[in-house]
């Protein structure tokens, strides 16, 4: 029920194209949604997050789309670059309450190629 | 820029040799986080430490793996005796992990390679 699954596990898209990256989860207790961008030999970083109140959040070229009632998200990113190459990361954790803390469970990642 | 710094970067050791490694969490961060990322297992989470107190190291191998936070500004993370299994990169990541505030900042990495 911690899982949270991701797919796909590699994309190739054109420079300008729409890259499209979704994830599962199962667990109804998740409350918050991130996304988070690592580039080969550096650490994840936070791209975007969510969280279930909202269906839709956009930051510039990257957008996340929430569907709650079928425990999904997505993240789209318009106009794909080269620069946007990297291996992207799904996540979710619960709610903070005192006695938890938010642990986050990210998905198996999406390899993401965008050429020239 | 404050930023999570992680050393070694790169580490080769040998079966049953000790590893440790260590992390400068980001000043004024509260909370640290210990990754392991593989290939077939993804980013899985090793430790948790909340105001140097460790809250959760149930992803942790208990029988060779120890995590510490000797004082706000130093976690380790060690592997006594190392096995060519633990071969992977090592995160750590820090924040204030509360409701508003809940981005983790990862540092560069750790690559270890047992051999």
């Known amino acids: 029920q911690q899982q949270v699954k991701q797919s796909p596990q590699s994309l190739i898209v054109q420079k300008g194209g729409i890259s499209i990256i979704n994830c599962a989860y199962e667990?109804?207790?998740?409350?918050?949604f991130p996304w988070y961008q690592q580039f080969p030999g550096k650490g994840p970083a936070l791209l975007i997050a969510?969280?279930?109140?909202?269906s839709e959040k956009k930051e510039g070229r990257f957008t996340i789309s929430f569907n709650k009632s079928a425990k999904q998200f997505s993240l789209h990113i318009m106009d794909s670059q080269p620069g946007d190459s990297a291996t992207y990361f799904c996540?979710?954790?619960?709610?903070?309450?005192?006695?938890?803390?938010?642990?986050?469970?990210f998905g198996q990642g999406t390899i993401l190629t965008v050429h020239p | 820029d404050a930023r999570v710094t992680q050393t070694p970067r790169h580490k080769v050791t040998e079966m049953g040799q000790e590893v440790t490694m260590r992390c400068q969490p980001i000043?004024?961060?509260?909370?640290v986080f210990w990754y392991r990322q593989t290939m077939m297992q993804g980013l899985e989470l090793l430790a948790y430490?909340?105001?140097?107190?460790?809250?959760?190291d149930s992803g942790m191998p208990k029988d060779r793996f120890s995590a510490e936070m000797p004082d706000a500004t130093l976690a380790t993370l060690k592997i006594q005796p190392s096995e060519p299994r633990d071969s992977a990169v090592y995160f750590c990541?820090?924040?204030?992990?509360?409701?508003?505030?809940?981005?983790?900042?990862f540092g560069p990495g750790t690559r270890l390679l047992v051999l």
């Open positions: 667990n109804t207790a998740f409350d918050y």
């Open positions: 996540a979710a954790s619960p709610l903070y309450t005192r006695t938890s803390y938010g642990k986050l469970t």
């Open positions: 990541a820090s924040g204030l992990n509360r409701q508003g505030s809940e981005t983790q900042y």
């Open positions: 000043l004024g961060h509260n909370t």
């Open positions: 969510i969280r279930p109140d909202v």
């Open positions: 430490f909340r105001n140097r107190a460790p809250l959760d």
